[in-house]
């Protein structure tokens, strides 16, 4: 079985997540709030995979965008600033 969706408020509201490692998986969609709240996340790798990012879905995660992009706005899509920031986080790690 392979990973292509995290739902909905999978992790909402958990603040022991810091680091995500996502890059193996065949990952296409976060759906709606699915990181809502995680306030200690500071690390995310994506794989080239992935599509879809619902609404407020990094809302309260302040350690991964300590940058422009408002991803506390749900009425705007920002998948692909969000996407092009998780992946330059990416390559500055490595």
Do not use: W
């Amino acid at each position: 079985m392979t990973l292509v969706k995290i739902s909905m408020t999978a992790f909402l509201d958990c603040s022991g997540l810091d680091i995500v490692d996502l890059l193996h998986a065949n990952l296409q969609e976060f759906g709606d709030a699915a990181f809502y709240g995680c306030s200690e996340l500071k690390s995310m790798t994506i794989p080239d995979s992935l599509q879809t990012i619902g609404d407020y879905v990094f809302f309260k995660c302040s350690e991964l965008f300590l940058s422009n992009i408002n991803v506390d706005d749900g009425s705007i899509d920002t998948t692909s600033e969000v996407v092009a920031h998780l992946r330059s986080k990416q390559q500055q790690q490595q």
